[in-house]
């Protein structure tokens, strides 16, 4: 099994940098996802990472350390459409068909004022 | 549709009834996922399938919770003797492959009085 944690909420302004930290204990870890979900909607997918390191797509970049078992999503040039909650996920014991099972955070929930 | 697809989006029900809940995924996508999430939490894990098969129904918190996937598409969550405790949102996700990114439906939220 896995514990994941995360900050409950975290605050920031329109056009500023907000970095969201997550932790992980597992047992088999495989990869580390982040999705974003707004109220009343469904989580959509932002990143994953399985290797060490920074993986950028646009304003959005997600590191990893396997070492540490430490995660952290980083929201540029905020915009207020990115009020939402951040889930972070970890899977484990990858085989050729069981990465899918994803362990979730309870999510951070950012706020974006103007 | 484009996306997955869920129904009903809402279910109220009285305690100890039973309900079902469909899910129909991507078109092509093999693998199938249930979720139900709780307010101010994150997914928690039920069920994936693989094809028809259940590869992994760890989460499945009790015999109360069933699903099928009998064609390989579409999948019925099945809850019998309702508890309030269940009530919950329950997402499906489907992918291509069990090894790719996950795309989540709207979700059903039961409500049980």
């Known amino acids: 099994g896995q514990n994941i944690d995360q900050p409950t909420e975290m605050t920031a302004t329109e056009g500023a940098i907000v970095q969201i930290n997550c932790t992980y204990q597992t047992s088999g870890f495989n990869g580390l996802f982040w999705y974003q979900q707004h109220a009343g909607e469904a989580p959509t997918f932002l990143s994953y990472?399985?290797?060490?390191g920074l993986e950028e797509k646009g304003r959005f970049s997600s590191f990893l350390s396997r070492s540490k078992g430490y995660s952290y999503l980083l929201l540029k040039e905020l915009q207020m459409k990115d009020s939402a909650s951040y889930l972070c996920?970890?899977?484990?014991?990858?085989?050729?068909?069981?990465?899918?099972?994803?362990?979730f955070g309870a999510g951070t929930q950012v706020v974006v004022t103007p | 549709g484009a996306g997955v697809s869920q129904t009903p989006s809402n279910k109220v029900t009285e305690k100890g009834k039973y309900v079902e809940l469909r899910c129909d995924p991507i078109?092509?996508?093999?693998?199938l996922y249930w979720y139900r999430q709780s307010l101010g939490q994150g997914p928690e894990f039920l069920i994936y399938f693989q094809g028809t098969g259940a590869a992994d129904d760890s989460g499945l918190p009790n015999d109360r919770f069933f699903a099928v996937r009998p064609e390989g598409s579409v999948s019925t969550l099945k809850i019998q003797r309702t508890e309030r405790g269940d009530s919950a949102v329950y997402l499906c996700?489907?992918?291509?492959?069990?090894?790719?990114?996950?795309?989540f439906g709207p979700g059903t939220r039961l409500t049980v009085l």
């Open positions: 996920a970890s899977s484990e014991n990858m085989t050729t068909d069981s990465w899918g099972k994803l362990q």
């Open positions: 990472n399985v290797l060490d």
């Open positions: 078109s092509g996508h093999t693998a």
């Open positions: 996700a489907s992918s291509p492959r069990s090894n790719n990114e996950q795309f």
